[in-house]
């Protein structure tokens, strides 16, 4: 390491309050990694000079392997005394062969370990790590996981790809079109460039992804050839066979691997993360999980990387190194509107009771449902298309935002509690019942939870959309159908004072590809057909929402 790396290190170690290193560091640059069929892929090594073997990390990514990277994700670690292996997958950054998302990982993880073991620094225990596509590639590998793998840190990592893509049933249009335009770019671009071009990529898609039909985006984005978007839309149903390649999902099941998970409660895969807690918990796996208050790309290194070295100095201790730091309990979570952060033994905790609130007119939630309570009619236009506002995007503009002028629109309602005489904590999903008639089969709803504070601000809080079943129609008697929704899980106190706000809409583009209401496929589809919605809020249709309070 050059004296300016060890002073950026050092730097980096006091503000995150890491523990101290306990070595120097050398870098093995572009080294090649055999695959079974012919291809090398290439790999950074960094080794703690102590000229002894190393327990192992392993990062396989198909980002930029150096700069901030190996920054985040390299020098923490072996500056601590694992060998870090960050290694560029199939198709990226000198590794050969082509670039299908997600698909060559399971086969070139393994082969992966196969050169491992002969090198002569590798002690013979393993973990992985790292976030994003790089978590799949950990549960990838843990499908079949080699016994010398030890331990996984998984951050904001999915192990379904497709059911990522197709979030709520719906073609996740901006994220999809971001991270493909990224991978696109990315080895055009120098490191310099390739930030700025992601700090400005929502407002420079903004007008693509308003443009019919959806098919041929990249094209029109331009860089390196990315064929799997147009073909990812023509394949919108998840029980289509043709998503099985991109799903790791029997490793959850199966893996017995000592596992930390860090997410937050605005990131893209917040579901799939609390989903893969659940199943290694229920199976008696060592799990453990953290969830912070972060989008995608805002989650917090300072509180990543001391969790993810205290995990791996349980699991995988290297002589000579800091002891490791018991985890108070198994769960951590943040807890917002208050912004604190908390242990807890599990999640979702235990004691909860639950909280109705009932839609009622005028806007209003109200403790008991208005025996004549009447209806709410609004109109969704696809040609002009209710905005998605911040929320579960990959964008520096996602997570919580104030959602007033969205509110303002008229294809936008919301429903909202008086003033709180006491504090509300959520903790869990909250569940939603919407008697809902509407004179379009092919539509969507939006529904999205928001704290209205003193100041008239209304932030959202968690939300789901609901593609409405063209089979499930209306009952004969009423015209309306029951939607029953939970909302992702979320911690958030709503302060005494504010008010609980739903807000209900017809959709959220372009961060959920627009309903053109047709059933036509989304890739070429370019006529739209409004939809007419009536939300019953009655004793006879008793719309609702519920919290699990604590």
């Excluded at 920054?71 to 050969?96: D, I, W």
């Excluded at 993880?109 to 620094?121: E, K, S």
């Excluded at 985006?217 to 073909?231: A, I, S, T």
Aim: overall charge negative; hydrophobic content about 35%.
């Amino acid at each position: 390491m050059t004296r300016a790396s060890r002073l950026a290190a050092e730097a980096i170690r006091r503000r995150w309050g890491l523990p101290p290193a306990t070595t120097q560091v050398s870098a093995l640059r572009d080294v090649d990694v055999p695959m079974r069929d012919g291809a090398v892929l290439k790999a950074d090594v960094y080794l703690p000079d102590t000229g002894q073997q190393h327990p192992t990390v392993l990062l396989r990514s198909p980002y930029r392997r150096s700069g901030a990277f190996a920054a985040l994700f390299a020098l923490p670690y072996a500056r601590r005394g694992y060998a870090v292996v960050l290694q560029s997958v199939r198709g990226t950054f000198g590794s050969e062969g082509e670039f299908t998302p997600v698909v060559n990982e399971a086969r070139d993880g393994q082969d992966t370990v196969t050169w491992l073991r002969d090198q002569t620094w590798f002690d013979g225990r393993l973990a992985t790590l790292g976030p994003s596509y790089l978590g799949y590639t950990q549960w990838a590998l843990a499908l079949d996981p080699p016994p010398e793998l030890q331990a996984m840190v998984v951050h904001i990592g999915p192990h379904d790809l497709a059911a990522a893509g197709l979030l709520d049933g719906a073609f996740q249009l901006q994220n999809v079109a971001t991270w493909t335009e990224l991978v696109a770019h990315q080895e055009l671009l120098g490191p310099v460039r390739g930030a700025t071009r992601m700090f400005t990529a929502e407002r420079r898609l903004s007008p693509h992804l308003h443009e019919l039909p959806v098919s041929g985006l990249p094209e029109r984005l331009g860089g390196n050839p990315v064929p799997w978007f147009d073909e990812w839309l023509e394949h919108v149903e998840l029980s289509d066979p043709y998503w099985e390649r991109y799903r790791a999902t029997d490793a959850v099941h199966s893996s017995t691997v000592p596992t930390l998970l860090v997410s937050g409660w605005q990131d893209w895969f917040v579901e799939q993360t609390l989903y893969q807690y659940a199943a290694l918990r229920d199976r008696g796996v060592d799990v453990a999980l953290t969830m912070g208050p972060w989008t995608h790309l805002g989650i917090d290194p300072k509180v990543t990387t001391g969790e993810s070295l205290a995990w791996l100095a349980t699991h995988l201790p290297v002589d000579g190194g800091a002891p490791p730091r018991e985890r108070a309990d198994r769960v951590r979570i943040y807890v917002t509107g208050v912004e604190k952060w908390r242990w807890l033994p599990d999640w979702p905790p235990a004691e909860r009771t639950d909280r109705t609130w009932f839609l009622a007119p005028g806007g209003c939630l109200a403790d008991e449902p208005e025996p004549d309570g009447g209806t709410t009619n609004f109109r969704y236009d696809p040609m002009n298309p209710t905005p998605s506002v911040g929320g579960r995007v990959l964008s520096f503009r996602a997570g919580r935002r104030d959602n007033r002028r969205l509110e303002l629109r008229d294809d936008v309602r919301t429903f909202t509690t008086a003033p709180l005489e006491e504090p509300v904590e959520l903790l869990g999903g909250a569940r939603i019942t919407l008697c809902l008639a509407s004179d379009n089969p092919y539509a969507d709803v939006f529904l999205r939870l928001c704290d209205v504070d003193n100041r008239g601000r209304s932030i959202n809080v968690t939300d789901r959309l609901v593609r409405l079943d063209p089979a499930d129609g209306e009952t004969a008697t009423t015209g309306e159908r029951r939607i029953e929704a939970t909302l992702p899980d979320t911690a958030h106190r709503f302060l005494a004072g504010h008010r609980i706000r739903l807000q209900v809409s017809g959709g959220a583009h372009p961060r959920y590809a627009r309903n053109l209401g047709t059933g036509e496929p989304p890739g070429h589809a370019t006529r739209g057909v409004p939809t007419n919605h009536v939300i019953g809020h009655s004793a006879a249709s008793p719309s609702a929402i519920t919290l699990p309070v604590c």
